[in-house]
């Protein structure tokens, strides 16, 4: 899966993830490869990000929105 996050300011991640958890504002949720398509409002919190080589990488946002189609996450989040 292809995963952005992007910010106001800058684009702080770009790449090909296996896994990614986020902070819904209903509750946290993750997303996997072939996953059904989605959008979802964000609560403050921490995005976890595992990449193909399993490294983990966390994100703190304020709020935010991601999208998923076809294999391409979008998250627009706001960080201060």
Do not use: R
Request: charged share 25%.
């Amino acid at each position: 899966m292809q995963l952005e996050i992007v910010t106001p300011d800058e684009k702080v991640f770009e790449g090909e993830v296996k896994l990614v958890q986020l902070p819904g504002t209903t509750g946290s949720f993750e997303i996997l490869n072939n996953h059904a398509p989605i959008i979802s409002t964000l609560k403050k919190g921490k995005i976890k990000v595992t990449d193909s080589a399993n490294s983990t990488q966390y994100f703190e946002i304020k709020s935010g929105v991601v999208e998923l189609q076809n294999n391409k996450i979008i998250v627009l989040a706001e960080t201060k």
